[in-house]
């Protein structure tokens, strides 16, 4: 696939949306038809003419892509050895490619119809948007971008004017910076044991050996005195809470006076509260 049209002969148009690609960065691309492409190939020392089939056009992909798959299906064979590929038809040489990096490989290929090579990874300066800029740039804030991009910082980075920087909303940076207001200042703290308690019901996936998925905390605000319950149900925390009050109350010999918890059902029932 590429993103040249001028590469191609016999095009046939796709009605738009028929075709979907995903492109660089996660993008979806739309493939608006398909052709041939002449080509030049450079096999020790002497060139051949040849021709690539059915290849797509995909308006700003950013990229000239080769699929290996779609070659073996036409019956091309194809060895990689050291850092070379290898392409076959007949037995006969066709073309050839030098690796680049970890798994990508440059083809020796030129359109007849351009000046310029056509490569698995040639960049050209396409116009990108915002957002995949910042992704690109780890989540950088559009500003420090645009500033780059004005300031020509970068080689490379071609902003396309027409997309504004309010479409540029990230999911990942709203949830990684999102924060809470924090905790008022000058709460209540217990001058003495028993005077104010915490209790919360938690879950767990696997059961004890007794049947038990849930469980009670109570911890006291003074002597920070924590107690655990086990559970089969969640109900079963008013009991133990009760429990614990009359416990607290005796050793200490103070009141409890205040309860703290999230508002749950469990400690909303009527008995509880009175």
């Known amino acids: 696939m590429s993103h040249k049209r001028e590469f191609f002969t016999d095009f046939k148009p796709i009605p738009l949306g028929n075709w979907k690609v995903k492109g660089i960065g996660g993008t979806v691309l739309h493939a608006t038809g398909y052709g041939n492409i002449p080509i030049k190939s450079t096999i020790d020392g002497q060139e051949l003419d040849g021709v690539l089939e059915d290849v797509l056009y995909v308006p700003g992909l950013g990229a000239n892509l080769f699929s290996i798959g779609s070659t073996t299906d036409a019956g091309v064979q ?32 030129v359109p007849s119809n351009a000046s310029s090579s056509l490569t698995a990874s040639t960049m050209p300066k396409a116009k990108n948007s915002l957002h995949l800029m910042h992704l690109r740039c780890a989540h950088l804030n559009t500003k420090a971008i645009l500033r780059m991009s004005r300031l020509e910082a970068v080689e490379g ?66 002597s920070e005195w924590t107690e655990t319950y086990l559970m089969k149900k969640k109900s079963e925390a008013e009991l133990h809470l009760l429990n614990f009050i009359a416990f607290i109350e005796n050793v200490s010999g103070n009141k409890v006076q205040i309860v703290r918890t999230d508002g749950g059902g469990e400690f909303g029932s009527n008995h509880l509260k009175q």
Request: charged share 30%; aromatic share 8%.
């Open 78 to 109: 194809v060895t990689f050895v050291d850092d070379s590929a290898v392409f076959k038809k007949n037995g006969r040489k066709i073309m050839t490619g030098k690796r680049v990096g970890k798994s990508l490989y440059l083809l020796q290929i």
């Open 157 to 222: 980075m071609t902003l396309d004017k027409n997309l504004e920087e309010s479409n540029c909303i990230c999911e990942g940076c709203i949830f990684g910076k999102m924060k809470r207001t924090p905790f008022k200042t000058g709460r209540t703290r217990a001058t003495k044991t028993g005077q104010i308690l915490h209790c919360d019901v938690g879950f767990s996936p696997i059961k004890t050996p007794n049947g038990e998925s849930c469980f009670l905390l109570i911890k006291d605000d003074f």
